[in-house]
């Protein structure tokens, strides 16, 4: 997988359009001033951790003993369960906080932006091509700063797609990840099988 269809998928997987809605009214009670301060920090304990599995992925697993196919496999159910939701969305979002809480690491950083499905991602492709860390770690900051960009200027982004237009470009990312999912889980049971 090269760099930029690795960040593409990471990017869709990160959703921040999608999330836009969620990360305003959790920080809605939260002064003006500290919005950019909080939303700077989440990204970056977000980077870190993407970078963290990354590096560590391999290590991690065969710790675990989890194979390279049982990720690709449990990567690409989670991945579609996601993208079902991105499609159907529930009403409603339980973010943990209480009126005026300020987040720390949960629930922005972990799950919203460096949730379970990019980590899922960043461990299949850093255990599917050992040889290519600097690269991976390349798409991984792609996608990262795109997040970065867009949830930094959230307010733009929400006047000009506004909420309608917010979902509707979450539901297309949805079925992108629909397809993603679905290679993802086809590619682990071949290699599996074979």
Request: charged share 15%.
């Amino acid at each position: 997988m090269d760099i930029l269809s690795a960040a593409t998928m990471l990017f869709l997987i990160m959703d921040p359009l999608g999330n836009l809605p969620i990360i305003l009214s959790i920080l809605k009670h939260v002064d003006p001033e500290r919005r950019r301060k909080i939303l700077v920090r989440e990204l970056c304990f977000a980077l870190l951790i993407l970078l963290l599995f990354l590096f560590a992925g391999k290590g991690i697993l065969s710790f675990l003993h989890v194979e390279p196919e049982t990720l690709s496999i449990s990567g690409g159910i989670i991945l579609f369960i996601i993208a079902i939701r991105m499609i159907f969305p529930q009403a409603g979002s339980v973010t943990g906080l209480a009126a005026g809480e300020e987040p720390f690491i949960v629930p922005m950083a972990i799950p919203m932006i460096a949730g379970l499905s990019v980590i899922a991602s960043v461990l299949l492709l850093s255990t599917q091509n050992p040889d290519s860390l600097v690269e991976l770690s390349a798409a991984v900051l792609i996608a990262w700063g795109a997040t970065f960009f867009i949830l930094m200027f959230y307010n733009f982004f929400h006047k000009l797609l506004g909420e309608r237009g917010l979902k509707a470009v979450e539901r297309l990312m949805g079925l992108m990840l629909v397809m993603i999912s679905t290679q993802m889980f086809l590619n682990g049971l071949k290699s599996y099988m074979g």
